[in-house]
């Protein structure tokens, strides 16, 4: 099974850009990936009130080949139980969080309460890591060491110019996994999978912003053995979903 873990949707006018659970599904398909994770491409509470509504009812009717992040914002009172309702009653499988649009540093007190709640619940936490100031890998180092029970992935493993501190953290702090999309060197993915090894990097393309079918291409072209690429491309991301590979 192939499985993405880093897709969107929305209907929101806010952002610009109109994603159906279709849009995705499609996107999957010329890619050859089995399933994926959805979330928003805007915070909760937002501009579009219907965020969590949207993805559980897209979820709900993809047959299982869609499953949900609940993209929260942690800051406002009522987080923590908007992502433990998420997680219990609408059947999300991790939580997104994103400093550049929240504005919440990933060692605040909020955003560490709501990671330790994951973590609590079982779900992992998926960070925009890049190259912004406030996700770049050491930033987000200091948020592994504050919830040493929760997996913490890396979304983009550091962009474009913080991918080798990427690896460091990640060598650094074992509940921490890097995620593959818009990073452009598949030889990184080589070099993290030969330092922190294969069961801790997954796939991902950030759909629609990059295309699955290129972002798949990178772990092609990365030069993994045929296990260490069936764990990247889907078996580490559905131990992390509980899904059956």
């Not at 501009?47 to 897209?58: F, G, R």
């Not at 499988?93 to 709640?117: C, E, F, Q, W």
């Not at 999309?181 to 912003?209: L, N, T």
């Not at 045929?226 to 991301?237: E, R």
Request: glycine residues 8%; aromatic residues 4%.
């Amino acid at each position: 099974m192939i499985i993405d873990l880093h897709m969107h949707l929305d209907d929101s006018e806010f952002v610009g850009l109109d994603v159906s659970p279709r849009d995705c599904v499609a996107g999957m398909d010329r890619a050859g990936v089995d399933s994926a994770v959805v979330m928003t491409l805007v915070d909760f509470p937002g501009p579009n009130p219907a965020a969590l509504n949207l993805v559980a009812e897209a979820c709900a009717a993809s047959h299982e080949r869609l499953y949900g992040f609940a993209r929260l914002d942690p800051g406002p009172d009522g987080a923590l139980d908007l992502l433990r309702s998420a997680v219990t009653d609408l059947g999300f499988r991790g939580l997104k969080l994103h400093p550049v649009s929240t504005r919440a540093h990933p060692a605040d007190d909020a955003t560490i309460a709501i990671v330790r709640l994951a973590g609590e619940l079982g779900v992992p936490t998926l960070f925009h890591c890049g190259d912004d100031a406030m996700t770049a890998p050491l930033v987000l180092a200091d948020t592994a060491a504050a919830c040493p029970d929760a997996t913490i992935v890396l979304g983009h493993m550091g962009g474009y110019y913080h991918v080798d501190e990427a690896i460091d953290v990640a060598q650094r702090h074992p509940n921490i996994v890097l995620e593959t999309s818009a990073m452009p060197y598949p030889h990184k993915i080589r070099e993290a999978v030969d330092r922190i090894g294969a069961h801790r990097v997954v796939f991902g393309s950030d759909g629609p912003m990059a295309r699955p079918e290129v972002e798949r291409q990178k772990i092609e072209f990365a030069g993994l053995s045929t296990d260490q690429t069936a764990l990247v491309l889907g078996g580490n991301a559905a131990r992390l979903l509980g899904v059956s590979a």
